[in-house]
């Protein structure tokens, strides 16, 4: 079952993705695309077992790139166009940063905690990189709540409940996976409510819309050195 949840999570993460993608928002689509792949490494270390490799994937995916780059397509959406440029440097450290970091210790059946496998640096740098993500995209959906209101109080719930799960990811993998895969439905209801026309949802400069906002993709404790992923 918990496998179940993880793999329907990457599955929702995906169509999310593949419709904001559709929709000419770039930076949001390769954030559900993260979001999908750290749910697919989640499922594949429940079903498989964890190790390096596969933490190195959830990792990067779920705890460097997510909430980083759905804060740059925030950025975007509210007209500041440097943004693109910070989103590809942003990446390609992370990336750098996961090929090069030495991971050690042993893997267990759980989700790997940050503090066990990893040296402080990567884990400051992913805490630095969701803080703030999370910044830009809430400021962007509570300054734009009026036009989108049932849309942007959905991506803000899923927000919590993304925030939830990460705090509760010591409970195991089918808590993690059933709370990260509600948290990326709520933020699918978010994009495709039909409050406003398909055209405005397009068109208006600094909506909320396509309405993705941070999330913090569930593991332990990611507010101290702890990460990841968030």
């Keep these: 079952?918990?496998?179940?949840?993880?793999?329907?999570?990457?599955?929702?993460?995906?169509?999310?993705?593949?419709?904001l993608r559709k929709r000419r928002r770039a930076a949001w689509a390769a954030a559900l695309l993260a979001y999908a792949v750290a749910s697919a490494a989640l499922a594949w270390g429940a079903a498989h077992g964890w190790d390096a490799r596969v933490f190195r994937v959830y990792y990067l995916a779920?705890?460097?790139?997510?909430?980083?780059?759905?804060?740059?397509?925030?950025?975007?959406?509210?007209?500041r166009r440097w943004a693109a440029?910070?989103?590809?440097?942003?990446?390609?450290?992370?990336?750098?940063l996961v090929v090069a970091m030495p991971v050690h210790g042993s893997f267990g059946a759980g989700i790997p905690a940050a503090q066990d496998h990893l040296s402080v640096a990567p884990r400051v740098f992913a805490i630095a990189g969701n803080s703030l993500g999370t910044l830009a995209v809430i400021a962007v959906a509570?300054?734009?709540?009026r036009r989108r209101p049932l849309a942007n109080a959905l991506?803000?719930?899923?927000?919590?409940?993304?925030?939830?799960?990460?705090?509760?990811?010591g409970l195991g993998v089918s808590a993690v996976s059933g709370f990260a895969f509600a948290a990326?439905?709520?933020?699918?209801?978010?994009?495709?409510?039909?409050?406003f026309s398909r055209r405005r949802s397009l068109t208006t400069r600094g909506s909320a819309v396509p309405p993705v906002?941070?999330?913090?993709?569930?593991?332990?404790?990611p507010s101290n050195p702890s990460l990841p992923p968030r």
């Design 85 to 96: 440029s910070l989103g590809f440097a942003w990446a390609g450290l992370a990336l750098g």
């Design 155 to 169: 991506i803000l719930a899923g927000i919590g409940v993304a925030a939830v799960g990460s705090g509760l990811a």
């Design 142 to 145: 509570l300054a734009t709540i």
């Design 1 to 19: 079952m918990q496998t179940l949840l993880a793999f329907a999570a990457a599955l929702v993460s995906l169509r999310l993705a593949g419709a």
């Design 213 to 221: 906002s941070f999330i913090t993709w569930p593991t332990k404790k």
């Design 62 to 79: 779920g705890g460097l790139l997510t909430a980083p780059l759905l804060g740059v397509g925030s950025l975007l959406l509210a007209g």
């Design 184 to 195: 990326v439905l709520l933020l699918y209801l978010g994009v495709a409510e039909p409050s």
